[in-house]
């Protein structure tokens, strides 16, 4: 068992046991926790790939924003009647079974599908290649990404403004508390 | 690259063009009359509008349109003869190259492919295309030239709807002009009925048959505030549709068994013999199909009784469509398909001319009205047309054609300028004495009835002899149908009597109506000129050198040469035509004579008694009562049954019964209102079912790739 | 890494799109349906990785792709607490099963 195999089957284990510790944890902070545990599994088995950059990127945004996030979020809504919030037994079996079956049928489907041969001693491109993708600087296969870049930017700053409008205090103006009442 | 003006190559193209011409002032007219319509609406407010109103004739219709039209189809007859020596010369020098001529004479390209799968059976498709030959440049000239005098005759007898109100006293109103309108249907004719003739295949056909059909309609009911000429003209289009179905039929069954519809592949295909694709019975079924199409056109029994009505439309139309030129799409189309025909359709096509051309002949013997006398005069020179076809005589039944087309315009323009001149009096015993007053029409249309009755050396003659002899050579070769020959011969007869009785009552004699005799008065030039035209053409069009021989004209010669191999399986009865044509002759004058004499002593003699001039009455009066019947049978019978179904589907005034149509109606309903509240349960809003329904229809959608995948 | 291959990687991915998918079925609180939905993308990324890394076509594209799915993910994540932090001032709850206003 070479050492890339060792690595690879530490830190499967390591992101499985979070996801499944999200599915599985009673309470939502711990949910944020162990999904904190799979993220950072993810991002390392990007770097195992060979995406550094990818692997950077998902744990400055992912565990560095979106979970922070995420933990904000809990703590503003984690008052009040939170033991409400409980899933049944029926909900648990039936969920558990449905991501058994799809996880059984996608082992058996990704198991079937044709296997690429591997490239012996490529690397994948690192940032520099990526960032002259999304430029729109054609590579040796003449593919650029400029469009894809500028679309994802304005969606970006679109899903900004509207998160600022939705989450933005409500404070009744003069005028409208007149209009009302 | 698709040149249309590449006559070097292509003459044919000629014939596209002069097809096409007519639609200009079609679409033209409708541009005006769309920007007329909306500056009218608009003129009183805005300058620009009033403008382009008045511009656009006010509330006067123009006579622009009618000029239009006019020189339009006049280029398009100039074309048509150019392309007539054209194909006339190279149809000599070519004559032993068919496909050299077929080549430059005719096109052909899909215009809707119909798929079939690859492998299985190569994709037909409908195409379209033209083809020259004898028949359709012989007809398309006559069609073009024959429209160009009618159109120059409404240019006078269409004057009145220049009017700004036009008071119509049939129907008791007053109403606009609409002179661009008349010129726009007739226009739109002109161009149904070209492409009628130069089509090579028929689904063409079919779609110029319509179109010839739905501008009838249009046309017979041109004074639609009339109830008569709309009722007319309703007729005119459901009877016609009847024929049209048997037509769809037969080009079904032809387009099923061989996929294509093209004349030239169907007649190599076919050709006079059975074809080994179809049965026996299916070859007759098509054939009868084609010839029901061609029935309801052609207006032979039972599908004649639309014909006569139609003359409620203006007589310029009664001439150039109701008896020149549409009315011989039928026997035109017959034929064309001619070698598509088993024996037994021909058999059925001369006896169903037969007794059309005896019973449509017998009612126009007691007709008052004049165009009543003409409408079934036509129906009956039909029915010759039909009996030559079907005893083989081709080129006699078509010439027949032609001269007819002739003879019968110059008739009905006749009767359209005598009406006219006596302010829309068309009763034949209301006038009398005509001749002092308009000279130019009477003698015009004495031609016209010396050419219809078979008066030698008129053109009538050569063709009706002609009939007359292949009849009696089919009759001597199968002596069973002895009555194919003496019921045209009889008819010939009647058809002297009853044209020179129309013209006796109308022309000579006293005035029996003073008051319509005074104001009566010669038409204007526009219309007189093509009477002229027509009448020179009737006496002179089938002439040739011999003079006694119909073969040796122009006419008779290039239709002698466009006749299909088909007609070569009548060469029995041919051979005894030849042997008998001098008896046959003989007894056809022999029977004109006597109908001419007959009519001479009862109202040329002296002036008809006034017992003669009364109502007629009796079963001729009836039209042998085949309105009534169809009125019980058909009208009052789907009347009856359309009332009961009623009552069965209701037990009182708003209570529909269950388990009826009207109650099977009402359960669809009933079940889509169910199903849309069980439907409604589905949406309920929870997000964790949503997501439940959304993984389940992802590992099905899974599974079945993982199932079919291999 | 060219000895453990693509597969064992897809597994994973696989996996992780399950977890995803029980957590969207089975949790009542809405932060932890977008924990689900995080799974989910994560699965996708994953794979998308993987296949840059062993399929030779996608060596730019599957790179590419992952960046921007990273940042629409980050982008859902941001709007769809503000839609919870909305639904809760005005409901006082982050139960999804409460949230039925909009059922037919």
Redesign the interface.
């Known amino acids: 068992m070479s050492l890339p195999v060792v690595l690879f089957l530490i830190v499967a284990a390591t992101t499985a046991f979070g996801a499944l510790g999200v599915v599985l944890a009673r309470s939502i902070v711990r949910a944020a926790v162990w999904l904190l545990v799979a993220l950072i599994g993810v991002s390392v088995a990007y770097f195992l790939l060979g995406a550094e950059f990818l692997g950077a990127a998902q744990l400055i945004v992912y565990v560095g924003g979106t979970l922070v996030l995420m933990v904000f979020g809990v703590m503003i809504t984690n008052q009040g009647p939170f033991a409400g919030i409980r899933t049944k037994p029926v909900e648990w079996i039936?969920g558990g079974a449905?991501a058994s079956?799809?996880f059984a049928?996608?082992v058996?489907?990704s198991l079937?599908a044709a296997r690429p041969p591997v490239p012996e001693g490529e690397t994948l491109p690192g940032a520099g290649a990526l960032g002259a993708a999304f430029l729109g600087v054609p590579d040796e296969r003449g593919t650029a990404f400029l469009l894809p870049f500028e679309i994802v930017s304005i969606h970006l700053l679109v899903v900004l403004i509207a998160a600022a409008y939705l989450a933005r205090a409500k404070r009744r103006t003069p005028a409208e508390g007149a209009a009302n009442g | 690259m698709f040149n249309p003006f590449d006559f070097a190559e292509h003459p044919g193209r000629a014939y596209l063009i002069a097809t096409l011409l007519p639609l200009v002032p079609v679409i033209l007219l409708l541009i005006a009359a769309t920007a007329r319509n909306m500056a009218r609406s608009r003129s009183h407010t805005d300058s620009f509008a009033s403008r382009v109103y008045w511009l656009l004739g006010g509330d006067r219709p123009l006579k622009t349109g009618g000029y239009l039209s006019l020189v339009f189809l006049l280029a398009s007859f100039g074309l048509s003869v150019w392309g007539l020596l054209n194909f006339f010369e190279e149809s000599h020098t070519l004559h032993d190259q068919p496909k050299e001529l077929s080549k430059r004479w005719a096109e052909r390209g899909d215009w809707l492919r119909i798929g079939a799968a690859k492998g299985i059976r190569p994709a037909a498709a409908l195409q379209t295309g033209y083809r020259i030959d004898p028949l359709s440049a012989l007809m398309f000239t006559m069609v073009t030239g024959i429209g160009s005098l009618i159109f120059l005759f409404s240019l006078g007898y269409m004057n009145e709807e220049t009017e700004e109100t036009v008071e119509d006293h049939a129907a008791h109103t007053t109403r606009r002009g609409r002179f661009g309108r008349f010129y726009l249907y007739l226009s739109l004719f002109a161009f149904s009925m070209l492409n009628l003739l130069i089509a090579d295949n028929l689904f063409q056909v079919f779609v110029g048959w319509e179109l010839v059909g739905v501008c009838s309609f249009f046309l017979i009911g041109f004074y639609y505030e009339r109830k008569s000429a709309s009722t007319a003209a309703n007729k005119a289009f459901i009877v016609n549709r009847i024929g049209d179905a048997g037509l769809l039929i037969g080009i079904a069954i032809a387009f099923a068994t061989f996929g294509t519809l093209n004349f030239q592949d169907l007649a190599e295909l076919i050709d006079g013999r059975q074809p080994s694709e179809m049965s026996h019975g299916l070859w007759i079924l098509m054939g009868l199909g084609l010839f029901v199409g061609c029935v309801g056109k052609s207006a032979q029994v039972p599908l004649q009784t639309w014909l006569p009505d139609a003359m409620e439309g203006p007589t310029p139309v009664s001439a150039l469509i109701h008896a020149a030129t549409m009315v011989a799409a039928g026997v035109y189309l017959v034929g064309r398909c001619y070698p598509l025909f088993a024996p037994e359709v021909f058999l059925t096509i001369a006896y169903c001319g037969l007794i059309t051309l005896i019973l449509s002949a017998s009612v126009a013997l007691v007709m008052t009205d004049i165009k009543r006398v003409l409408a079934f005069s036509t129906c009956s020179q039909l029915g010759f047309m039909m009996l030559a076809l079907g005893v083989g005589a081709w080129t006699a039944g078509l010439l027949h054609l032609l001269t007819h087309a002739f003879f019968k315009a110059l008739l009905f323009l006749g009767a359209g300028s005598v009406i006219r001149g006596c302010h829309h009096e068309q009763d034949l015993r209301q006038m009398g004495g005509l001749r002092r007053k308009m000279p130019i029409t009477a003698y015009a249309m004495l031609v016209g009835v010396l050419a219809i009755s078979g008066i030698p050396f008129f053109s009538g003659w050569y063709s009706k002899d002609q009939i007359l002899s292949s009849a009696l050579g089919y009759s001597v070769a199968h002596n069973r149908h002895a009555l194919l020959f003496f019921g045209p011969l009889i008819a010939a007869g009647m058809t002297a009597f009853y044209m020179f009785r129309l013209w006796f009552l109308a022309f000579t004699g006293p005035p029996r109506n003073a008051e319509v005799y005074r104001h009566a008065r010669e038409s204007p030039f526009t219309m007189v000129l093509p009477l002229i035209a027509l009448a020179l053409c009737s006496l002179g069009i089938a002439w040739g050198w011999p003079p006694w021989d119909a073969e040796a004209s122009f006419l008779g010669h290039m239709l002698h040469e466009g006749e299909p191999l088909a007609a070569r399986t009548f060469a029995h009865a041919r051979e005894s035509a030849e042997d008998h044509h001098l008896a046959a002759g003989g007894l056809a004058l022999l029977a004109a004579v006597i109908g001419a004499a007959y009519s001479w002593s009862l109202y040329g003699r002296r002036a008809p008694t006034t017992a003669q001039l009364t109502e007629p009455t009796g079963v001729l009066a009836k039209r042998w009562y085949f309105d009534d019947v169809y009125d019980f049978v058909f009208l009052r019978g789907s009347l009856r049954l359309a009332a009961l179904a009623a009552k069965a589907d209701r037990s009182g005034p708003e209570q529909p019964r269950r388990y009826t149509l009207d109650g099977a109606m009402s359960g669809f309903a009933a079940l889509a209102v169910f199903g849309g509240r069980q439907l409604?349960k589905i949406?309920?809003?929870?997000?964790?079912q949503y997501?439940?329904a959304l993984?389940?229809t992802?590992?099905g959608l899974?599974?079945m790739?993982?199932a079919f995948?291999r | 890494m060219a000895d453990v291959g693509l597969a064992p990687f897809q597994i994973l991915a696989a996996f992780l799109f399950a977890c995803g998918?029980a957590c969207?079925?089975t949790k009542?609180n809405a932060i932890g349906?977008l924990m689900g939905v995080e799974l989910i993308l994560n699965a996708a990324n994953l794979n998308l990785v993987a296949a840059a890394r062993f399929v030779p076509g996608l060596r730019i594209e599957g790179q590419v792709f992952a960046v921007i799915v990273i940042v629409l993910a980050a982008a859902e994540a941001a709007v769809a607490l503000a839609i919870f932090l909305n639904f809760y001032n005005n409901h006082a709850t982050v139960d999804?099963?409460r949230?039925?206003?909009?059922?037919?």
């Open positions: 039936l449905l079956l799809l049928a996608l058996t489907f079937r | 409604r949406q309920t809003g929870s997000v964790r997501v439940l993984v389940l992802l590992i899974l599974g790739l993982s995948a | 998918v969207l079925v009542r349906l999804v099963d949230a039925n206003e909009s059922k037919g």
